[in-house]
């Protein structure tokens, strides 16, 4: 009987790659066709600029700037369940507790990437190669998209 090889077993070993993968892409297809009706023509063209990034695989940094109420996570609600509808791993931070909590899976930056809280010159985000949360980044869909 042959091996399973060493990616496979660490995905089933790798807790934060098996929470981030068990939304259920049905669930999120749903999600995704009602916000998906009520974006504005603006969100629209970020939305497809994003996906295209996505779905090429290319990435990008994506900065979406505006004030309160111009729905911004809105659009960002919009984006994951499209990813998540489609099995891939999107990881939803924001720079404060209360924002992370609107987002689906949602974290602060500082939880999910290990920034220290207090910074100062001599600060660095320390994330070991090959770790748990190396492994989640390597396979989230959006390591790229800011």
């Known amino acids: 009987m042959p091996s399973p090889d060493k ?3 660490s995905v089933v070993n790798n807790c934060l790659i098996l929470d981030e993968q068990s939304y259920d892409q049905q669930t999120e297809k749903a ?10 023509s603006e969100q629209k063209t970020i939305f497809d600029i994003i996906m295209k990034g996505v779905q090429q695989n290319k990435g990008g940094v994506f900065f979406v700037y505006g004030h309160g ?6 659009l960002w609600k919009t984006l994951s369940s499209a990813i998540r509808s489609q099995g891939n791993i999107v990881l939803n931070v924001a720079s404060s507790g209360i ?18 809280i207090n910074l100062n010159e001599d ?7 090959g770790s748990d949360e190396a492994e989640l980044l390597e396979k989230n869909k959006t390591n ?3």
């Open 69 to 74: 109420g111009t729905r911004k996570t809105y």
């Open 99 to 116: 924002a992370s909590l609107l987002l689906s899976g949602g974290r602060t930056t500082h939880s999910r990437f290990h920034i220290p």
């Open 123 to 129: 600060s660095s985000c320390v994330m070991e190669r």
């Open 7 to 9: 990616e496979s077993l």
């Open 144 to 146: 790229n998209l800011g």
């Open 31 to 40: 999600e995704f066709e009602r916000l998906f009706r009520s974006i504005t």
